[in-house]
């Protein structure tokens, strides 16, 4: 039987491949609680913004779209415990300002309530992205 917060994912997942913002809001709370990469206060990446509100998530989406263009995201594998929902993510970006391109993994970690993600966090090689940006 599929797991329905794995099936929110997987079409969050869809309408960000599909840069549909309203869509990725559909699936957030007013709840949110947060949201963002986790990293270090000071990281060059633009959207690593600690975000505690859904108002604040369209800001996310708008430094990424900015800053990179996605060559490649493709999420490979999916579980979930409780109310989290654990996701891999093979992607690379080509940074716009230098024309640099990152190939890496990483890992959602989404908290649901009533349905709606009230926590998005990704763990990632920051500072494999902090250095493309920085050099």
Known sequence: MPNQNIET??????????????????CVSGELTQFGVVTSPNAAAPWYLPLTNKSEVPRFFAA????????????FAFAAAGDYVY????????????????????????KFSGGKVVEWRALED??????????
């Open 9 to 26: 994912v997987k079409r969050c997942y869809e309408a960000v491949s599909r840069g549909d913002i309203d869509a990725i809001m559909a």
């Open 64 to 75: 990424l779209e900015q800053a990179v263009e996605h060559t490649r995201f493709e999420p």
């Open 87 to 110: 996701a891999s993510i093979s992607m690379e970006q080509r940074i716009r300002k230098s024309g640099r391109s990152i190939a890496h993994e990483v890992i959602h970690r989404i």
């Open 126 to 135: 920051t500072a494999t992205v902090d250095a493309a940006f920085r050099g």
